[in-house]
């Protein structure tokens, strides 16, 4: 396999949303899920435009996806505080230019 780059590269992969349990049901009458027993899956559950979507995983995808989860958070953190210090700046901006006062 050609070691090629794809979309937000492995290594920076950011996704938002919530790691949970998908479970259904497959529709066969003599599975093991019609008696209680649902399929399971990892997904993440995600909101886009106010929508929830899903994008099941398989197993093996869950820690990067993780990784993934945990880099949005630290940068989303990062901004929320970048922002909030930015708000104080403006604040002060705006304090000194009443107290210049004219
Ligand atoms: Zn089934």
């Not at 099941?56 to 922002?83: F, H, N, Q, W």
């Not at 708000?87 to 210049?100: K, N, P």
């Amino acid at each position: 396999m050609g070691k090629k780059e794809e979309g937000g590269g492995k290594e920076g992969l950011v996704v938002r949303g919530t790691l949970y349990t998908f479970r259904r049901r497959c529709g066969n009458k003599n599975c093991r899920c019609q008696r209680g027993e649902p399929h399971e899956s990892p997904a993440l559950a995600y909101s886009v435009g106010g929508r929830m979507r899903i994008l099941t995983l398989r197993s093996e995808d869950v820690p990067e996806v993780k990784k993934a989860l945990e880099r949005y958070k630290k940068e989303r953190d990062a901004l929320e505080a970048r922002a909030l210090a930015g708000i104080e700046a403006l604040r002060a901006m705006l304090a000194e230019r009443r107290g210049g006062g004219r």
